[in-house]
């Protein structure tokens, strides 16, 4: 009993560094990386992707969000608007969407430290990866007051 547990485990962890390994492989070649850290059995790596202007606003961006653990990988698309007056990143999963308006150049909590970098990444890719705390003089450069109100609202989806 104990050898087939055994066996068991090792051919559970060997498919595990495979499919790790292929994740990795799949990357996209322009993935910028935001955040990359340790985590349970690996390391956690945010990054972005396939970026694009709106063709109709040229404050909005849509891009390709790319989140990969050490045992699971997700792709989202976004949208964040550059827009001076209100900057926000638009995110959601399979029940609700969640706008966040975002003061660039101002304070950057913990919650807030991801919508930050992804916000800068899409709106002003020179400075992709950059600690968005050091950004305040670059955001007032580009128009932004850095004394704007953050703040989070969630729509639900409707079910059918």
């Given at each position: ?24 492989e799949m990357r996209p ?75 660039p150049g101002g304070d ?53």
């Amino acid at each position: 009993m104990v050898l087939i547990g055994q066996l068991w485990g090792s051919a559970e962890a060997m498919d595990r560094s495979e499919v790790i390994a292929k994740m990795k492989e799949m990357r996209p070649p322009n993935l910028m990386v935001l955040i990359e850290r340790p985590d349970v059995g690996g390391n956690y790596l945010l990054g972005m992707y396939a970026v694009e202007r709106d063709t109709t606003n040229k404050d909005l961006r849509r891009y390709k969000l790319w989140q990969e653990w050490p045992t699971d990988l997700n792709i989202h698309s976004e949208t964040v608007s550059c827009d001076v007056e209100e900057p926000l990143r638009v995110a959601r999963d399979g029940q609700s969407i969640y706008v966040r308006r975002l003061n660039p150049g101002g304070d950057v909590v913990p919650a807030s430290r991801e919508d930050h970098l992804v916000w800068w990444a899409a709106c002003v890719p020179d400075m992709a990866g950059t600690d968005p705390v050091s950004l305040k003089e670059t955001a007032l450069s580009l128009g932004y007051s850095t004394v704007l109100v953050e703040s989070q609202e969630v729509l639900r989806v409707p079910d059918y």
